[in-house]
């Protein structure tokens, strides 16, 4: 298994309020992936990240943002949480030489 | 148009059985690549198969095998001899459109929740 690890697991908030989840990994792999799972929708892209403090947007982007100061490291905020942000949020990691991405175990987060 | 059609919401196996899970793709590239991921009701995201579009042998994981049919565009993932751990969502995937900076979109269905019966 790809060590991939995502904190909190789970999180209730407040509308309003700025909310940070965190994905670390131990690969070392240059590309990391910010999705988030709604039902009908199965995964979107938020943002993702092709190497420290180089990262671009998704196709579900706008409320969002991320930062990568480590490879290791690549942190999803929103800014003012909404209702329409509660979701389950999976980090992904891939390697340049395969074309397959490993998923975290994912972040449940409800927006009250 | 829908880039990824799972068309079986959900499906029903006998343990043991062999079950075939639908996936068609639209994409006019010529490089592709296709996925099956299993979402247990843990949550996860496990990886089970990759499948590229220039590759000529179906591929196999396992239980796992990927019928790949280009000229119609289908990408089905076979399961042979089902166990109970099988019951899961099962989601197809789709790589494909130019890579920008080492990134090139990834299209997911909407799953097929199958469901294995003792």
């Known amino acids: 298994d790809a060590g991939i690890t995502q904190s909190p697991r789970h999180k209730v908030t407040e509308t309003g309020t700025p909310v940070t989840l965190r994905c670390h990994q131990t690969?070392?792999?240059?590309?990391m992936y910010w999705y988030r799972q709604d039902p009908g929708h199965g995964l979107r892209l938020i943002h993702y990240s092709y190497g420290v403090k180089d990262t671009d947007k998704g196709e579900v982007s706008d409320g969002y943002s991320v930062s990568r100061s480590k490879t290791e490291d690549f942190l999803l905020t929103l800014e003012s949480a909404t209702s329409s942000q509660t979701s389950v949020y999976f980090c992904?990691?891939?390697?340049?030489?395969?074309?397959?991405?490993?998923f975290g175990p994912g972040t449940r987060l409800l927006v009250l | 148009a829908q880039k990824i059609t799972q068309t079986q919401p959900g499906m029903f196996v006998q343990e043991k059985e062999a079950v075939t899970l639908d996936c068609t793709y639209d994409t006019s590239d010529q490089s592709y690549g296709l996925f099956w991921y299993k979402q247990p009701s843990s949550g996860e995201m496990i990886f089970l198969i990759y499948?590229?579009?220039?590759?000529?042998q179906n591929a196999t994981e396992g239980r796992y095998s990927l019928n790949f049919q280009k000229a119609r565009k289908s990408a089905n993932l076979v399961i042979s001899a089902s166990q109970l751990g099988d019951s899961a969502m099962y989601f197809c995937a789709m790589r494909e459109g130019p890579r920008r900076r080492g990134y090139q979109k990834v299209t997911f269905g909407t799953g097929t929740k199958l469901q294995v019966i003792p």
């Open positions: 992904a990691i891939k390697s340049p030489a395969r074309e397959t991405q490993y």
């Open positions: 499948q590229g579009s220039y590759d000529e």
């Open positions: 690969e070392n792999h240059r590309y």
